[in-house]
């Protein structure tokens, strides 16, 4: 069951890699929430029930529905529909992230550490990779705070993959500040639209030497 | 004395930042503005009395971090001090002021927390925080700089920091191998020799890529300069000083952790490349561009690397004094170049000139940290960079000193021309009857290169004491 989970969560990025409207691109990082909250809870169901609803929380609120959410509301807020001019083709894309998902993959055979589980740790390269290959490909801030979110779940598969559970205070700490970022990053993309009436990276060369 | 002082602490800031966005006047920010730094002290002193005791299960001092808590509180007070009388010269609205405040508290609390986290996942987190705290820092003037400023810059960080978070997950790849489920630096330098290499090399070069945009190093270094430029220059001041001081204090303690294991000689390699690196693009900017803020800002760029260039030559006690210096240094020059942009109310050197007719006071202040910058005796920045090539020559990468000295050399070329200029040169635009300087606003400048001088040269015995203490390896 697990496995279906990671599958999906890798045709997710598959996906995304040819998605050309934004909001299906915010859908598409919901459901990558929910896929989320479902490997985690098949995987830590053993661990204490507060460090559980914690992970479940992140997951499932945060990940799956009030990030999400609070993107479209930005996305309708300025106007947002399509990824303009994607400086990559879709089908460049596409092959793009194949090879990044097959590298992941590769990559986690060489390595070959007992502890290790290699289904997580090729889904959650492929997703940080993506991730930066998003933030490198496209030119909209809008899509480079989404691929920061695809990296940001990359590495919560990859904490999953390690199963090292970090202390309580610290987990609370780390999902505080991911979502403090992800609302500051929302917000300042509004900001950035008011200021400069464009939300397009190359527009935003006012600081130069 | 109470042992969740700190804990207490982080409490008492967060209800002090509280109260600030509800109290606006101004008599009452000066005042909680006061409350906080005692606040800080009161900690800086209970930290001092319990030296290395683990305190709320993941929180202690060690001399190192009593040694930039001290410095923390010494820029942030000063910092606090000057965004006030900039608040009060250009008339901003008590709301502004207030929000400032509360993020400039805020902000201060969560590199306390950098310094004083014995877990690595802890440090991670309270950087990441103080990104965000900043954030509001560098938003000051909300213009279309700012924005830009702020934009990149929480974008950039909150990349890297994910980045490093890959790494302490590599680490703890690493670390659950062996079985051991604690990430607390004592634990990993304890087992770390056991531990597969190959993941501690992984972990340490996503550790160093991530923190380095904290640190205001190479690779990610942009964002920090375009931080520099569109914040106010005290905000400027505390990122080129306390925040760099937490970038470099989670470097260095990670690579502390790992200093006993095999990996070392290579680590070290990986320093000085990333050292090499920041202040050869250093030098190639601040030779080219006219823009004060942007070659402090760069400047700040090249002593990172030097720093980072110590430890890899293993002068540790160099690199640490070396960063506090520095600390106090730039954040005097920033300090003053709010002066500087008072008087011509542009940021280009060629606007500016004849400094020294303007504004004596302050053209005394350019001068020294001319000299801080550049490390010219009487400069205590002399003695650690000297510490730095002695270290450099007798290792295995003597190499690394001969285009550093060249790089070095450019640098002070460039900078000593700029400032030159700005001293002497004719002033070509209408000079703006700006506020006459008080002596009181520069004597805080003098009073931070003197310091530049006193720890270099005069220092006490007992500091040095301290500082040995505090770069030990302690296997």
């Not at chain 1, 994607?86 to 092959?95: A, I, N, Y």
């Not at chain 2, 990333?274 to 006219?290: E, H, Q, R």
């Not at chain 2, 990172?304 to 506090?324: D, E, K, T, Y």
């Not at chain 2, 600390?327 to 709010?338: P, T």
């Amino acid at each position: 069951m697990v496995t279906i989970l990671i599958i999906l969560f890798v045709v997710t990025l598959v996906y995304v890699s040819m998605v050309d409207r934004l909001a299906t691109f915010v859908t598409i990082l919901g459901i990558q929430g929910v896929l989320l909250f479902g490997i985690a809870y098949m995987e830590l169901r053993d661990v204490d029930a507060l460090n559980l609803s914690f992970i479940l929380a992140e997951t499932l609120v945060f990940k799956g529905i009030v990030i999400p959410l609070f993107l479209h509301r930005t996305l309708r807020r300025n106007k947002l529909v399509k990824e303009a001019e994607p400086t990559v083709t879709h089908f460049t894309s596409l092959l793009f992230v194949t090879a990044i998902i097959l590298v992941s993959f590769l990559l986690a055979y060489t390595v070959h550490e007992e502890h290790l589980r290699i289904g997580y740790f090729t889904a959650s390269l492929s997703a940080l990779f993506t991730g930066l290959f998003i933030i490198m490909a496209r030119t909209k801030i809008i899509t480079h705070v989404m691929g920061y979110l695809l990296l940001e779940n990359g590495i919560f598969l990859l904490s999953l993959a390690v199963g090292n559970e970090m202390p309580l205070a610290v987990n609370t700490a780390i999902l505080l500040d991911l979502l403090t970022s992800v609302l500051l990053l929302a917000f300042l993309v509004d900001k950035v639209g008011e200021s400069f009436q464009t939300v397009d990276a190359s527009e935003l060369n006012e600081l130069n030497d | 004395m109470n042992l969740s002082m700190p804990l207490a602490f982080f409490a008492g800031s967060v209800c002090i930042a509280g109260v600030m966005m509800i109290a606006r006047r101004r008599i009452l920010q000066a005042l909680l503005l006061v409350a906080y730094f005692s606040l800080l002290g009161a900690l800086l002193t209970h930290e001092f009395t319990f030296l290395d005791v683990v305190e709320a299960e993941y929180l202690k001092a060690d001399p190192l971090a009593v040694l930039f808590l001290g410095v923390l509180a010494i820029v942030g007070s000063l910092a606090a001090y000057y965004g006030m009388a900039y608040a009060k010269h250009r008339g901003d609205n008590d709301r502004q002021v207030a929000t400032h405040n509360a993020a400039l508290v805020l902000f201060l609390t969560m590199v306390v927390g950098v310094y004083i986290s014995r877990h690595i996942g802890l440090v991670w987190a309270f950087l990441e925080a103080s990104t965000l705290t900043s954030a509001i820092l560098i938003y000051y003037n909300r213009n279309k700089h700012s924005v830009e400023a702020t934009w990149k810059y929480v974008f950039v960080c909150s990349i890297g920091i994910a980045i490093a978070f890959a790494g302490i997950l590599f680490l703890s790849i690493a670390s659950e191998a062996r079985e051991v489920h604690d990430l607390s630096f004592e634990a990993i330098r304890i087992t770390a020799p056991t531990m597969n290499a190959g993941w501690l090399k992984f972990a340490f070069l996503f550790m160093v890529t991530g923190f380095s945009v904290k640190m205001g190093v190479a690779p990610l270094f942009n964002v920090d300069i375009d931080a520099k430029d569109g914040a106010p220059s005290h905000v400027a001041a505390l990122l080129s000083s306390v925040l760099m001081i937490a970038g470099f204090m989670a470097i260095f303690r990670v690579y502390m952790a790992l200093a006993g294991t095999s990996i070392l000689p290579w680590m070290n390699s990986v320093l000085i490349i990333v050292g090499l690196m920041s202040v050869f693009f250093a030098a190639i900017y601040i030779s080219k561009i006219k823009n004060v803020k942007r070659i402090l800002a760069y400047s700040s760029l090249e002593h990172a690397g030097i720093v980072l260039i110590a430890v890899g030559s293993g002068a540790w006690f160099a690199a640490v004094l070396h960063v506090i210096l520095h600390a106090f240094a730039k954040s005097s020059l920033f300090f003053q170049y709010a002066h500087f942009f008072r008087l011509y109310q542009t940021k280009n050197v060629h606007s500016a000139g004849d400094y020294i007719k303007h504004h004596p006071a302050g053209a005394g202040v350019l001068i020294l940290g001319l000299l801080a910058i550049t490390a010219v005796p009487p400069m205590g920045t002399f003695i650690t960079e000297l510490f730095m090539f002695k270290a450099l020559f007798s290792g295995p990468h003597a190499w690394v000193a001969f285009p550093l000295f060249l790089l070095i050399t450019i640098i002070l070329w460039g900078l000593t021309k700029n400032v030159l200029s700005i001293l002497y040169r004719p002033a070509p635009s209408v000079i703006h009857p700006a506020a006459p300087f008080t002596v009181m606003e520069t004597i805080p400048q003098y009073a931070l290169l003197l310091a530049v001088v006193y720890l270099g040269f005069f220092a006490p015995p007992a500091f040095v004491q301290f500082v040995q203490s505090a770069v030990t390896f302690h296997p």
